[in-house]
């Protein structure tokens, strides 16, 4: 099956040379004669980058973690342009041990096409989980990343497993809050597009770690040469549980520490009043 592939970054190239192992030919930011799309670019830019190519009657699969504003969904965003079927494909699988072929697992959320596509995509060292729920899916997979920056402050700034247990559980249920007010299930939250993939040590659990122990924000950023999605993802929360009148006192504590420069002690003293 002839496959494209849009998005140059670690996860996109190692899933492309994934799909290739899998017999297919994948085609690197080409849309022409292909028959599905995987979209790998930073989530702000996955409306952007699909306006710019000559899309067709291909079925789009979107991997990025992310919202396309703090208003709208990526599938919001996406079926106001484009009419193809649309899925999403989440899961806690870091770049470098899928590589490597170590056994991972993923969820592909959306219509009846999903199951032929699980066809096409898994193999022995890559599960793939179907799900309806959309909407779900992207909350879930989306601020988790946010999630996972508190639960690295706190570790950074010296507490312990008990209390980064304690975020990591009150996170996650102030992302089901959100989601179910958007219309998801609520026991997507505890499967792999959420609880599942907030577990690993990622890129955004080692930005949380450094903020933890007293670094800038932008001088960690400069270090990485990228913004991690959990800080959009942060930002898009504030307004998106704003606009839905959800209560969400962690994820609202974290974006001060953040972007307001409020102390990690006098975050904990604030946490013990909730």
Do not use: W
């Amino acid at each position: 099956m002839k496959i494209s592939l849009l998005g140059k970054g670690s996860f996109g190239s190692v899933l492309a040379s994934y799909l290739s192992s899998r017999g297919h030919d994948v085609q690197i930011d080409e849309v022409d004669k292909s028959e599905i799309i995987f979209v790998c670019v930073p989530s702000y830019a996955v409306v952007s980058a699909l306006l710019k190519e000559k899309i067709t009657n291909q079925k789009i699969i979107i991997c990025s973690k992310g919202f396309a504003s703090g208003e709208k969904l990526l599938s919001e965003a996406l079926e106001e342009k484009f009419k193809n079927e649309i899925f999403f494909l989440y899961g806690p699988t870091l770049a470098e041990e899928l590589e490597k072929g170590e056994l991972s697992a993923m969820v592909l959320a959306g219509g009846d096409g999903k199951k032929e596509l699980k066809k096409q995509i898994e193999s022995e060292t890559l599960r793939i989980e179907l799900s309806d729920d959309i909407i779900g899916a992207q909350v879930g997979a989306t601020l988790k990343n946010a999630v996972t920056i508190f639960v690295g402050i706190v570790k950074g700034a010296g507490y312990g497993e008990n209390t980064q247990a304690y975020i990591f559980t009150k996170g996650i249920q102030e992302i089901q809050k959100i989601g179910i007010a958007l219309g998801a299930e609520p026991n997507t939250f505890f499967g792999l597009t959420c609880l599942g993939d907030l577990t690993l040590h990622s890129r955004n659990r080692y930005l949380g770690v450094q903020l933890g122990k007293g670094r800038n924000l932008d001088d960690i950023l400069s270090e990485m040469h990228y913004i991690p999605e959990g800080i959009n993802a942060l930002r898009n929360a504030k307004i998106m549980a704003k606009r839905l009148g959800v209560n969400i006192p962690f994820i609202s504590l974290l974006y001060s520490i953040i972007f307001e420069n409020y102390s990690m002690q006098d975050a904990i003293k604030e946490i013990r009043k909730f």
